[in-house]
């Protein structure tokens, strides 16, 4: 069960110490450090670190949405003590024996105080019953690998069977390379459980979270039969270095933004944190199967 | 022999494309342009023909040879019409009840500002989730290059085969090195630690076959009658059962403790 009493704040030393480092195709962006202040990516402004996180994980002054911890963003939108969490014993191995895998796992772990970088489980919201995942950027910057793979197929495979519908709040950088051709596998692995689920005539909702770019983006982020993103956040197949490399320029500011995409037509909506549980409850009852 | 090498093998010049493929396997070859909402991608080459006298699509991602072929395919590197051209081309297939073969061949998809604009994520993604309940058969033959999703968007098949001296990885060796080690010069190291050579993948339980091709001749004379028999056999089963098995090929990749 979710509780606010068993999270403590979370410690980064291990990446203020340079061990835990994004093991995806993606630079991370200014993390919060374990201080006082925190410099705002959005207004620029210096702002009080536990302001920020009272205040959703978002700036008090300009509203800018910094990385939500999963689990606290599932408590935030779960209804109270709602929240059962699916598939919490599996663990990621260095089965290729990559260099520094197991280093990397163990730091992750450690920083993150979670097993991997996604939480499931159902829920309800406002009373209305869903299973739910979250992704979590301080584990491999929420990169994708066995574990991420099996934990999705079978929470939307578990879905199908109960007949619930899906959320998911995503944010990675890409497939874990540490697990080679394994990793891309698992888009299709997830992709197949999306497409039965859906086949079931059963409803998904994607909220995409910043950043959320390459093998996630390109398979269950994007198979959404609805499609929300905070704002602000960047949603990509490719990672802007890599697109500015490929094009020798510098891209727009604001390309591969949230709003960037709702103008070009790929999202439904952008849901600021203190909407989205109206909003996820207003969707999943339009949704609801009269018996 | 070093992943490395074998790397570099694939990408060669010289080495026959995906439309050499098309040309050697399949007879009475009719290109079909265009994926309807935006453009026609020449990255990928698609359309109908025969394998040993039976109609079948066939899909190839296609480099090109010369200077100018090569930019006007974009190196093989397709934009997200593409991959809406193959899925078009792909549910025609259904609706026509004939067996779908791709050929693989890119470094990947697309990273620039159109690919990006049109959805290149969404493309890929709508690949998997399709591919995966068709109807047909579908059976895809990396020939050079398997560049990560770019390449996995044709190949969510019931049979994967791999020439030789093909690779298929999650990320190019280069991009590996200069991710994690923050040195372009460590690609040999990452190219051995991604185990994305034919051997590995075959061990890893990712694909079915390896095909030797040391003798070009002998490869053009037995594909076909390979390819042919292994949908002969595909198509014994009904559509049920196919796409049962293809979601459990995938559905059983992952290596984790419980
Ligand atoms: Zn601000």
Redesign the interface.
């Known amino acids: 069960m979710l509780k606010s009493a068993n999270f403590k704040p979370s410690r980064n030393q291990l990446e203020n110490m340079g061990v835990a480092t994004a ?3 993606f630079t991370e962006q200014p993390q919060v450090p374990d201080q006082l202040c925190t410099k705002c990516p959005g207004c620029g402004k210096t702002i009080f670190t536990s302001d920020m996180r009272a205040n959703l994980w978002m700036c008090p002054s300009c509203g800018y949405h910094f990385k939500y911890p999963a689990r606290k963003h599932l408590l935030k939108i779960c209804d109270e003590n709602s929240f059962e969490e699916w598939d919490t ?5 260095d ?2 024996h ?3 895998y197991a280093v990397k796992l163990k730091s992750a772990r450690l920083n993150s105080r979670e097993n991997e970088s996604v939480i499931s489980g159902k829920a309800a919201i406002e009373g209305e019953p869903c299973a739910i995942f979250a992704m979590d950027s301080r584990f491999m910057m929420g990169s994708m690998g ?2 991420v ?2 934990k999705i ?1 079978r929470l939307f495979e578990r879905a199908t069977e109960e007949r619930l519908p899906v959320i998911g709040f995503t944010l990675s950088g890409g ?3 540490q ?11 997830t ?2 459980a ?3 689920h ?2 079931a005539g059963l409803l998904y909702i994607t909220v995409l979270t910043n950043p959320t770019t ?2 996630v ?7 959404g039969d609805i499609l929300l993103s905070e704002p602000g956040a960047l ?4 990672g802007p270095r ?2 500015e490399q ?2 020798r320029q510098k ?1 727009p500011k604001g ?2 933004s949230a709003e960037f995409l709702l103008e ?1 037509g ?1 999202l439904d909506g952008i849901v600021p944190r203190p909407e989205q549980r109206k909003v996820l409850a207003q969707l999943l009852r339009l949704h609801r199967k009269e018996a | 022999m070093e992943a490395y090498k074998r790397i570099q093998l694939s990408r060669k010049s010289g080495r026959p494309t995906g439309l050499d493929f098309v040309n050697h396997v399949v007879t009475d070859f009719f290109e079909m342009h265009g994926d309807r909402r935006f453009a026609d991608d020449p990255a990928i080459v698609a359309g109908v023909g025969r394998l040993c006298g039976k109609p079948i699509t066939v899909i190839a991602q296609e480099k090109g040879h010369t200077m100018k072929e090569r930019t006007f395919r974009n190196f093989g590197s397709p934009h997200p019409e593409g991959y809406r051209k193959a899925l078009r081309l792909m549910k025609q297939a259904e609706k026509f009840g004939r067996p779908v073969l791709c050929f693989v061949d890119t470094s990947g998809a697309f990273c620039g500002t159109g690919a990006e604009e049109r959805g290149q994520g969404l493309a890929i993604a709508e690949n998997l989730c399709e591919m995966m309940t068709l109807k047909v058969p579908i059976l895809t033959v990396f020939i050079g290059e398997g560049g990560s999703g770019g390449a996995l968007a044709l190949a969510v098949a019931d049979q994967v085969w791999m020439l030789e001296n093909a690779y298929y990885a999650v990320i190019s060796p280069e991009g590996c090195a200069s991710i994690l080690w923050k040195d372009s010069k460590k690609v040999r190291e990452a190219s051995d630690s991604l185990r994305c050579v034919p051997e590995d993948l075959l061990e890893l339980g990712l694909i079915e076959r390896i095909l030797p091709e040391s003798d070009q001749d002998a490869l053009w004379r037995t594909l076909p009658l390979e390819l042919s028999e292994e949908f002969d056999a595909l198509e014994a089963m009904t559509s049920e059962e196919r796409c049962a098995k293809r979601y459990a090929r995938f559905r059983k990749m992952g290596v984790f403790k419980e």
């Open positions: 093991g995806s195709g014993g599996l663990r990621s191995t089965f290729l990559f260099p520094g066995s574990v793979g099996e197929t497939a874990r390379m697990e080679g051709t394994t990793s891309l596998m698992q888009m299709a692995k992709s197949g999306v497409k039965y859906s086949d390459g093998g983006t390109a398979s269950f982020a994007m198979e949603i990509g197949f490719a890599v697109i490929t094009m891209l390309f591969q070009k790929f």
